[in-house]
T-cell receptor
Framework: NAGVTQTPKFQVLKTGQSMTLQCAQDMNHEYMSWYRQDPGMGLRLIHYSVGAGITDQGEVPNGYNVSRSTTEDFPLRLLSAAPSQTSVYFC?????????????FGPGTRLTVT | GQQVMQIPQYQHVQEGEDFTTYCNSSTTLSNIQWYKQRPGGHPVFLIQLVKSGEVKKQKRLTFQFGEAKKNSSLHITATQTTDVGTYFCAGRKTGNQFYFGTGTSLTVIP
């Protein structure tokens, strides 16, 4: 199994540009989530999904959209990038959060918005 | 505001010394997980605690969940250079979200 994969690893955007961060998992996990990590802030939940077709907002959802059309994929879209969105983004998946299984994290995407 | 507080933010220890990081929540948690993140890496799951007063050990690591399920700690005995990294707690309340602490960055001086 490849586990959780994320692309790209690095990205530089100009203010106002849009892009999609890709996330995929091959473990047949129902629960997937996106976090951003900023210095001194820990990881903050952006959006999450408990299964295909179901998404919900986390702590910091503004400026981000998600969709979950398949179990495997959970892309994160930035519609109009802002410098405040400069961060490291992690995608994570878990078999079933209601039973509190561990979360498996992808390698991360380091995004810089100028 | 931060849902789960974690202290200290940084800790430098001599190799062989002990290390402890603490997590506190203002509300009761259903369970808490601990993760380790090496520099430049991604968080990796260490353990989960569910029961009030639960204590779990993994070799030199001891994890505790408070009686009120509002606090937790990770204690490392006799640190080694391989313990370097940032340790995060992640608490879950009743919904589908985990709230991560701000992390404790551990530096081990050989």
């Amino acid at each position: 199994n490849a586990g959780v994969t994320q692309t790209p690893k690095f990205q530089v955007l100009k203010t106002g540009q849009s892009m999609t961060l890709q996330c995929a998992q091959d473990m047949n996990h129902e629960y997937m989530s996106w976090y951003r990590q900023d210095p001194g802030m820990g990881l903050r939940l952006i959006h999450y999904s408990v299964g295909a077709g179901i998404t919900d907002q986390g702590e910091v959802p503004n400026g981000y959209n998600v969709s979950r059309s398949t179990t495997e994929d959970f892309p994160l879209r930035l519609l109009s990038a802002a410098p405040s969105q400069t961060s490291v983004y992690f995608c994570a998946s878990s078999y079933d959060l209601t039973s509190s299984y561990e979360q498996y994290f992808g390698p991360g995407t380091r995004l810089t918005v100028t | 505001g931060q849902q789960v507080m974690q202290i200290p933010q940084y800790q430098h220890v001599q190799e062989g010394e002990d290390f402890t990081t603490y997590c506190n929540s203002s509300t009761t948690l259903s369970n808490i997980q601990w993760y380790k993140q090496r520099p430049g890496g991604h968080p990796v799951f260490l353990i989960q605690l569910v029961k009030s007063g639960e204590v779990k050990k993994q070799k030199r690591l001891t994890f505790q969940f408070g009686e009120a399920k509002k606090n937790s700690s990770l204690h490392i005995t006799a640190t080694q250079t391989t313990d370097v990294g940032t340790y995060f707690c992640a608490g879950r309340k009743t919904g589908n979200q985990f709230y991560f602490g701000t992390g404790t960055s551990l530096t081990v001086i050989p």
